[in-house]
């Protein structure tokens, strides 16, 4: 780091992204399809979240995990991208978010996940065998200010979430039947997830089962993946049927109601699994949440359609969060200051203060006054400034975050290499103060910048783009 870029970051504390250290694979079969599956964990780079590949098929398509790519929540949470599938990938998920892990890439050569015992168990200790590393970007975190909620009325399910110092999540449940009645679960901290949640097993009710059994829809199950609470008096042909399907000589009833020898992990294993359900479908929205989630008879349906509300309102934010800055305040560089990193000289240098610079991100400030020389001919009249030189501007202000990492960024140029997604808001005009903020989409390599930049004037975001560019040394005679 150069003398400059220390005496210039911003000193936050800031949680970088993580993603796993190595490859790790795990085989088993998948609890609707039956089928045979290995899946692999696979290193990926910043921003780039969770996918699936299904390397079964030709071209190796990949499936987000996105919740408007959400097809199916009847038995598990299923996406599907331009015909691809994936089902019930919400314990995989539960166990990448509950393990604070960021990037990952999911390989399957089948589109279900294996169900192993039916919790995220050992999705977590294969994560933790792969170990987990900490990436160059922060973390995008949503910092939840405002009560949000949604509730389906058909069944009276409801997810709220309010402000919280940290991720927690609460679920309620009420089965309705004497064998389970109402359970509650709390996670306090998503670092107790491990210990707290992730040895949950999927649950599953008598009738429930019987119903799937004879429309073939659990060829995977078995009572050592499931457990299956009876909610019903059994008959010796049921019983009979069961043991067929489940391959055992003798079944019987426990007198807790559960089906065969099986001994919960905690009293409220169901909230609990209840609970690793949200984490894991609520990984869906995109971005990690900072809030105290409470689920009220949660279900995949209610679960994912919360994660699309809530991905609507964080790209809504993002987008027209304006920053909260005090003008008033010394910058951390003036325009003398800024002359010297950057080539640009009046009238096209448009950028008058650096307020922010850290590793990742720069923000910047323009005053806009009837003396910029543009407003002669844009337009007689009725001044407006051009939005190319508003993205211009940006640019510049994103020149400061590149030429920050060379020792002699005088002996530097910076070009444009791509523009993408320009949009303008809002118009700019004399007396208008323009704050620019930049932010990387990668990390910096071979001098180039890849970042999103905004442009925000009276309390309103007037004008986006996605930038790239490259410093180039210039070379002297």
Same mark, same amino acid.
């Given at each position: 780091?150069t003398k400059?870029?220390?005496?210039l970051t911003v000193?936050n504390?800031v949680t970088k992204q993580r993603?796993i250290?190595?490859e790790?694979?795990l085989k088993?079969?998948?609890l609707?399809?039956?089928e045979?599956?290995?899946?692999?964990?696979?290193?990926?780079?910043e921003?780039?979240?969770?996918?699936?590949?299904r390397?079964?098929?030709?071209g190796?398509?990949i499936?987000?995990?996105?919740?408007?790519?959400?097809?199916n929540?009847q038995?598990?949470t299923?996406l599907e991208?331009?015909?691809?599938k994936?089902?019930t990938s919400?314990?995989v998920l539960?166990?990448l978010?509950?393990?604070?892990?960021?990037n990952?890439?999911?390989? !399957?050569?089948?589109?279900e996940?294996?169900?192993?015992?039916?919790? =995220? @168990?050992f999705?977590?200790?294969a994560? *933790? /065998? &792969?170990?987990?590393?900490?990436?160059?970007?922060p973390?995008d975190e949503?910092?939840?200010?405002?009560v949000?909620?949604?509730?389906d009325?058909?069944t009276?399910?409801?997810i709220?979430?309010?402000?919280?110092?940290?991720?927690q999540?609460?679920t309620m449940?009420d089965f309705?039947?004497?064998?389970?009645?109402?359970?509650?679960?709390t996670?306090?901290r998503?670092?107790d997830f491990?210990?707290?949640?992730?040895?949950?097993?999927?649950?599953?009710f008598?009738?429930?089962?019987e119903?799937?059994?004879?429309?073939?829809l659990?060829?995977?199950?078995d !009572?050592?993946?499931?457990i299956?609470?009876v909610?019903?008096?059994? =008959? @010796?042909?049921?019983m009979?049927?069961l *043991? /067929? &399907?489940f391959?055992?000589?003798k079944?019987?009833v426990?007198?807790?109601g559960i089906l065969?020898?099986?001994t919960?992990?905690?009293p409220?294993?169901?909230?609990?699994?209840?609970l690793?359900?949200?984490?894991g479908?609520?990984?869906l929205a995109?971005?990690?949440i900072?809030?105290?989630?409470?689920a009220n008879?949660?279900?995949?349906?209610?679960?994912?359609?919360?994660?699309?509300?809530?991905?609507k309102i964080?790209?809504?934010e993002?987008?027209?969060k304006?920053p909260q800055l005090d003008?008033?305040q010394?910058?951390?560089?003036d325009?003398?200051?800024i002359?010297?990193m950057?080539?640009?000289?009046?009238?096209?240098?448009?950028v008058d203060?650096i307020l922010?610079?850290s590793d990742?991100?720069?923000?910047?400030v323009?005053n806009?006054?009837?003396?910029?020389p543009?407003f002669?001919g844009?337009f007689?009249?009725?001044?407006v400034?051009?939005?190319?030189?508003?993205?211009?501007a940006?640019?510049?202000?994103g020149g400061?975050?590149v030429?920050?990492t060379?020792?002699?960024?005088?002996?530097?140029?910076?070009f444009?290499m791509?523009?993408?997604n320009?949009?303008?808001k809002?118009q700019?005009v004399?007396?208008?103060?323009?704050?620019f903020k930049?932010?990387?989409?990668s990390?910096?390599?071979?001098g180039?910048?890849?970042?999103q930049a905004?442009a925000y004037?009276?309390?309103k975001?007037?004008?986006?783009a996605?930038?790239m560019?490259q410093?180039?040394?210039?070379?002297?005679e």
């Amino acid at each position: 780091m150069t003398k400059l870029k220390k005496d210039l970051t911003v000193s936050n504390q800031v949680t970088k992204q993580r993603t796993i250290a190595k490859e790790v694979t795990l085989k088993g079969v998948g609890l609707h399809t039956g089928e045979n599956v290995t899946m692999k964990f696979i290193p990926a780079p910043e921003n780039h979240g969770y996918t699936f590949k299904r390397v079964d098929l030709e071209g190796e398509p990949i499936i987000e995990a996105d919740a408007n790519f959400v097809v199916n929540t009847q038995r598990g949470t299923n996406l599907e991208k331009r015909g691809v599938k994936i089902q019930t990938s919400e314990h995989v998920l539960a166990a990448l978010v509950g393990m604070e892990i960021d990037n990952v890439s999911i390989e !399957l050569d089948s589109p279900e996940p294996p169900i192993m015992d039916g919790s =995220s @168990k050992f999705f977590v200790e294969a994560l *933790e /065998k &792969a170990g987990i590393v900490e990436q160059e970007v922060p973390r995008d975190e949503y910092v939840v200010k405002d009560v949000i909620s949604y509730k389906d009325e058909a069944t009276g399910s409801e997810i709220t979430v309010i402000p919280s110092d940290e991720y927690q999540v609460t679920t309620m449940v009420d089965f309705g039947t004497k064998v389970l009645g109402t359970q509650n679960a709390t996670l306090e901290r998503i670092s107790d997830f491990k210990t707290e949640v992730a040895d949950a097993r999927t649950f599953s009710f008598l009738h429930e089962l019987e119903m799937l059994l004879e429309h073939g829809l659990i060829k995977g199950g078995d !009572l050592n993946n499931a457990i299956v609470y009876v909610d019903k008096e059994i =008959s @010796k042909e049921t019983m009979k049927k069961l *043991e /067929k &399907a489940f391959k055992k000589e003798k079944l019987s009833v426990k007198p807790n109601g559960i089906l065969d020898n099986l001994t919960l992990h905690q009293p409220n294993e169901a909230a609990r699994h209840k609970l690793l359900d949200v984490i894991g479908d609520l990984a869906l929205a995109g971005t990690r949440i900072r809030g105290k989630v409470i689920a009220n008879k949660p279900g995949h349906y209610v679960n994912t359609q919360f994660a699309k509300k809530l991905a609507k309102i964080i790209k809504l934010e993002k987008r027209n969060k304006v920053p909260q800055l005090d003008l008033s305040q010394p910058p951390l560089m003036d325009v003398t200051q800024i002359m010297k990193m950057l080539p640009h000289r009046p009238p096209f240098l448009l950028v008058d203060k650096i307020l922010e610079l850290s590793d990742s991100h720069v923000m910047g400030v323009k005053n806009v006054t009837m003396n910029e020389p543009f407003f002669v001919g844009h337009f007689p009249g009725a001044p407006v400034m051009p939005g190319v030189l508003q993205v211009e501007a940006m640019a510049q202000t994103g020149g400061i975050l590149v030429l920050s990492t060379v020792p002699d960024p005088e002996n530097y140029l910076t070009f444009f290499m791509k523009i993408d997604n320009v949009k303008f808001k809002q118009q700019v005009v004399p007396g208008d103060t323009l704050i620019f903020k930049c932010d990387l989409i990668s990390p910096i390599r071979r001098g180039i910048c890849h970042m999103q930049a905004y442009a925000y004037a009276n309390g309103k975001l007037v004008s986006e783009a996605e930038l790239m560019a490259q410093i180039v040394k210039i070379k002297k005679e």
